[in-house]
C-alpha cells in the first residue's frame, strides 16, 4: 500500500498531536510534531539569554543548536543537543516565545529542512501550521483541525492542570488568542488552511470520534491513489 504523507494543521490546542498520535500508531505511520521542534528552539533561546530579534545572535545559535524528534509509543521525544527535553518545551512560556521566535526566517529555514528530511519517504504524519502550505504542498491528505478558542483553551487548562501547572483559565485563553493572532497574521508561513485541506470541527467531537473521521478520509485517499 503507498505510503503516503498526512498533513494536519490548525490553531493552538485544536486537537492536532492527540489526533495526529493515534492516527499514526493505528496506521503504522511515522509521527512528527513540528510544533515540538520551535518549542525546542525557544527553550534554547530561553537557557542561552538569546535576545530573538538579534539577528546574529539568533543565527548563531540556531548554527549550533541540534533538535532531534524520535517517535516512541508515547508520542514524540523531543531531544536538544541530545538531552530529553519533552516536558520542559511544554512550560506555558514557552509557548509564547516559540511563537515568536517560529516567525523568524532563520529559525523556519532550518527546521522545514529538517522536517522535509524527515518526511520525505512518506508513511509519516507531520502536524504544525505550515505543513499543507509550506513545508509538503503536495501531501496527498490534509486537515485543518478547527474548535472554538474556548473549547481549547479548557482543554489545554485541563492538560496544563493535569502536569500540576495552575494557571487560571483566563490566562490559558489569552495565551491561545494571543498565540494564534501572530501565528495567523505573520508574513512567514501564516496559519492558514491549504485550498485543499479537509476541515475539521472537533469542538464537539471526543477524540475517538475525531481519529475515526481521519482514518475514513485517508481509507477513501487511499483507495484513490
Ligand atoms: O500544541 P500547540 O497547538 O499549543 O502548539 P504547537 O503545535 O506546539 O506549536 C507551538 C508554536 O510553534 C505555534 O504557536 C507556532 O507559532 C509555531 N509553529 C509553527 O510556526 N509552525 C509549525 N509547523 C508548528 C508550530
Known amino acids: ?25 493505528k496506521i503504522r505511520y511515522l509521527y512528527l510534531d513540528t510544533g515540538a521542534m520551535y518549542r525546542a528552539c525557544a527553550l534554547a533561546a530561553k537557557r542561552q539569554n538569546i535576545d530573538i530579534d538579534d539577528d546574529a545572535a539568533l543565527k548563531r545559535l540556531i548554527d549550533n543548536i541540534h533538535i532531534q524528534i524520535q517517535d516512541s509509543e508515547q508520542g514524540n521525544i523531543t531531544l536538544l543537543d541530545s538531552e530529553d527535553v519533552s516536558q520542559a518545551i511544554r512550560e506555558p512560556d514557552i509557548s509564547l516565545l516559540a511563537s515568536a521566535i517560529s516567525a523568524k526566517a532563520i529559525v523556519r529555514t532550518k527546521m522545514v529542512e529538517l522536517q522535509r528530511e524527515m518526511g520525505k519517504m512518506g508513511g509519516v504524519i507531520l502536524d504544525g501550521r505550515d505543513i499543507g502550505t509550506v513545508v509538503f504542498p503536495r501531501a496527498e491528505l490534509k486537515f485543518f483541525l478547527i474548535a472554538p478558542v474556548e473549547i481549547r483553551a479548557q482543554r489545554r487548562f485541563l492538560e496544563l492542570q493535569a502536569k500540576g501547572l495552575s494557571p487560571s483559565f483566563e490566562e490559558v485563553l489569552k495565551e491561545l488568542e494571543e ?24 469542538g464537539q467531537q471526543s477524540i475517538e470520534g475525531q481519529v475515526a473521521e481521519l482514518y475514513r478520509h485517508y481509507q477513501t485517499r487511499i483507495a484513490e491513489l
Open 1 to 25: 500500500m503507498k505510503r503516503i504523507i498526512i498533513a494536519i494543521d490548525g490553531p493552538a490546542a485544536s486537537g492536532k498531536s492527540t489526533t495526529a498520535k493515534l492516527l499514526a500508531h
Open 179 to 202: 498565540r494564534d493572532k501572530a501565528d495567523s497574521t505573520r508574513a512567514l508561513a501564516p496559519l492558514i488552511p491549504a485550498s485543499d485541506a479537509i476541515e475539521i470541527d472537533t
